[in-house]
T-cell receptor
Framework: AQKITQTQPGMFVQEKEAVTLDCTYD???????LFWYKQPSSGEMIFLIY??????QNATEGRYSLNFQKARKSANLVISASQLGDSAMYFC????????????FGKGTLLTVNP | SQTIHQWPATLVQPVGSPLSLECTVE??????LYWYRQAAGRGLQLLFY??????ISSEVPQNLSASRPQDRQFILSSKKLLLSDSGFYLC???????????FGEGSRLTVL
């Protein structure tokens, strides 16, 4: 079984600063994918970034980067130059090779960006 | 481009009433389809997924059912709603490559 843990229920960051949202995972499958989603107050789920377990380099998408530490089973999201519009819930998720149809989500971290 | 829509966006239903949430995907064929539920302040729980017409897998025993009558249509139903069915329901699709999910706008259900 696969499991995602997000230990930070809430985080605060000043506008224009960087912030790291923690995510650890557990799976026995050597092939898996890691995802981050953003959920604003409107409720829609917005895909941010993807990291495959065999990817050698950390994934980056604009101001988002994924700090992938395979040995530690962590996949932290780094948001650089925070903006007020980054205030939202952030979910870490994973699938594994044997069940790539299904994503397992963590409980989320509520990020608040202060002006 | 691919789009996904679900409706209704909001509904308030009495306990014991039926439910039907509908989701359709455009711009792709043979997608994998999913229904997730999000309880207030919590993560997403997978309810059902489908890899093809008429093929439904249930993840948790519950008061709900799902059907896929057409390739790009996914329906979530209940014959008799319970208070515990309240929540935010999200439909999603994927191509099955990396497994990245694309979500609909969500349907907020309140059972009174």
């Amino acid at each position: 079984a696969q499991k995602i843990t997000q230990t930070q229920p809430g985080m605060f960051v000043q506008e224009k600063e960087a912030v790291t949202l923690d995510c650890t995972y557990d799976t026995s499958d050597p092939s898996y994918g890691l995802f981050w989603y953003k959920q604003p107050s409107s409720g829609e789920m917005i895909f941010l970034i993807y990291q495959g377990s065999y990817d050698q380099q950390n994934a980056t998408e604009g101001r988002y980067s994924l700090n992938f530490q395979k040995a530690r089973k962590s996949a932290n999201l780094v948001i650089s130059a925070s903006q007020l519009g980054d205030s939202a819930m952030y979910f870490c998720a994973m699938n594994s090779g044997g069940s790539n149809y299904k994503l397992t989500f963590g409980k989320g971290t509520l990020l608040t960006v202060n002006p | 481009s691919q789009t996904i829509h679900q409706w209704p966006a909001t509904l308030v239903q009495p306990v014991g009433s039926p439910l039907s949430l509908e989701c359709t995907v455009e711009g792709t064929s043979n997608p994998n389809l999913y229904w997730y539920r999000q309880a207030a302040g919590r993560g997403l729980q997978l309810l059902f997924y489908s890899v093809g017409i008429g093929q439904i897998s249930s993840e948790v025993p519950q008061n709900l059912s799902a059907s896929r009558p057409q390739d790009r249509q996914f329906i979530l139903s209940s014959k008799k709603l319970l208070l515990s069915d309240s929540g935010f329901y999200l439909c999603a699709w994927s191509t099955g490559d990396t497994g990245e999910l694309f979500f609909g706008e969500g349907s907020r259900l309140t059972v009174l």
